[in-house]
């Protein structure tokens, strides 16, 4: 994400008093994980070149932790919108976005990171007490 687009993104969310990171490459985003980073939310400009877009995508859907995937756009077509859904994306946002869009979308995102890694944990503690 160029430098001003991430800088205007944090002006937008500062009221969240989010956690940010700022990640122009995979190998970035890969050195957070490894330190055992929890992300609920990953905002990815759909503009990426598809190197970058399947190599970031690929960094976070290995995640123990999935976040939910929020893509931003300038212009949405049929294609961009279904193909971010079918690949897993929690949703997608047309710039340009007021502050109140962009952070309903990211309070909706992180939503539905918590409502997902509860059900996991409910999962996974149930496969547990029907093993004992």
């Known amino acids: 994400m160029p430098p001003d687009r991430g800088a205007a993104i944090a002006r937008q969310l500062a009221p ?16 957070a994980i490894r ?7 990953a905002l ?3 503009s990426l070149c598809d190197t970058d877009w399947w190599e970031l995508w690929g960094v976070l ?33 047309v710039e340009p976005f007021s502050d109140e869009e962009l952070q309903g979308a990211v ?3 992180a939503k539905s990171f ?15 007490r029907d093993r004992c």
Do not use: C, M, N
């Open 44 to 46: 990815l400009p759909a």
């Open 61 to 93: 859907a290995l995640l123990i932790q999935r976040p939910a995937i929020l893509v931003y756009t300038r212009k949405a077509t049929f294609q961009l919108w279904s193909g971010v859904l079918d690949s897993g994306g929690y949703e997608l946002i």
């Open 107 to 109: 309070l909706r995102a």
């Open 16 to 31: 969240l008093k989010a956690d940010l990171l700022f990640v122009s490459r995979s190998a970035e985003a890969a050195v």
């Open 35 to 41: 330190e055992d980073e929890v992300f609920q939310v």
């Open 114 to 128: 918590e409502e997902q890694h509860q059900t996991t944990l409910r999962r996974d503690h149930s496969r547990y």
